[in-house]
């Protein structure tokens, strides 16, 4: 059975994937691949690459999408179908650039907790019961990763590549999925990956933000299953 990889949102660890590494992890082999200790997406998806098996599904979240993406147009005969979750093919606007300076300045000024509490938090997740708890995870995720892994992945980010025209030539099989109130990448970007990409199908979460993997792990991971399958 083909290996899938697994890359993680910024901030985020394999616990991001929890209940997907619970359902899956005794029919298939899994690889969650962090992405730091880099400052581009293109390093980061050259490192994912060197790790990797020969051959493997990929499903990337946020800017795990991102690297995903990225992943994809360096090396479209490794991947066997990719997955693309709560993520954007857009290169990042200015005004979005001046927003991630002035956090990665707090952020230098040893304010990681802060910016995570009242600038990312807030966007993050649908209204639910399980939603502190969730937060909470994210919280304990990024100080575990550190100021230095956040002012990586905010450079990677700010200067990423628009991946519009490489889409079309992702012709394996394709999950483009979101949470319905996801606030950070809405269903529209979603709705322009699945037009471009060929054989892609699109899937909303109901009732999950930008987290659907742990927010609506049982619909997220039906959702995976069907295109492992396809």
């Given at each position: 059975m083909t290996?899938?990889?697994?890359?993680?949102?910024?901030?985020?660890?394999?616990?991001l994937?929890?209940p997907q590494?619970?359902?899956?992890s005794?029919?298939r082999?899994?690889?969650?691949?962090p992405?730091?200790?880099?400052t581009?997406?293109e390093?980061?998806?050259?490192d994912?690459?060197?790790?990797?098996?020969?051959?493997f599904?990929?499903?990337?979240?946020s800017?795990?999408?991102?690297v995903?993406m990225?992943?994809?147009?360096?090396a479209?005969?490794r991947i066997?179908r990719?997955?693309?979750m709560?993520?954007?093919?857009?290169?990042?606007?200015?005004q979005?650039?001046?927003r991630?300076?002035?956090?990665?300045?707090k952020?230098?000024?040893?304010?990681l907790?802060a910016?995570?509490?009242n600038?990312?938090?807030?966007?993050?997740?649908?209204?639910?019961?399980?939603r502190?708890?969730?937060l909470?995870?994210?919280?304990?995720m990024a100080?575990?990763?550190?100021?230095?892994?956040f002012?990586?992945?905010s450079?990677?980010?700010?200067d990423?590549p628009?991946?519009?025209?490489?889409?079309?030539?992702?012709d394996?099989?394709?999950?483009?999925?979101?949470g319905?109130?996801d606030r950070?990448?809405?269903?529209?970007?979603?709705e322009?990956?699945?037009?471009?990409i060929?054989n892609?199908r699109?899937e909303i979460?109901?009732?999950a933000?930008?987290?659907p993997?742990?927010e609506?792990p049982?619909l997220?991971?039906?959702a995976?299953v069907?295109?492992l399958e396809?």
């Amino acid at each position: 059975m083909t290996p899938l990889v697994l890359i993680p949102g910024m901030m985020c660890d394999a616990q991001l994937f929890g209940p997907q590494i619970a359902a899956f992890s005794g029919r298939r082999t899994l690889i969650c691949a962090p992405i730091s200790g880099h400052t581009s997406i293109e390093d980061l998806a050259m490192d994912v690459l060197a790790n990797a098996p020969d051959r493997f599904a990929l499903a990337g979240l946020s800017m795990g999408g991102i690297v995903a993406m990225e992943i994809m147009r360096k090396a479209p005969a490794r991947i066997e179908r990719i997955a693309l979750m709560d993520t954007n093919p857009l290169a990042e606007d200015d005004q979005i650039k001046a927003r991630r300076m002035v956090q990665m300045a707090k952020v230098r000024d040893q304010n990681l907790a802060a910016v995570m509490r009242n600038e990312m938090k807030p966007h993050y997740l649908s209204k639910s019961p399980q939603r502190r708890n969730i937060l909470n995870l994210c919280m304990k995720m990024a100080l575990n990763l550190g100021p230095h892994v956040f002012l990586e992945q905010s450079r990677a980010l700010m200067d990423r590549p628009d991946q519009s025209d490489a889409l079309p030539r992702f012709d394996v099989p394709a999950l483009v999925l979101c949470g319905r109130d996801d606030r950070l990448c809405p269903i529209s970007r979603h709705e322009l990956m699945a037009a471009l990409i060929p054989n892609a199908r699109l899937e909303i979460i109901e009732g999950a933000g930008h987290l659907p993997t742990l927010e609506q792990p049982k619909l997220t991971n039906a959702a995976l299953v069907r295109w492992l399958e396809a």
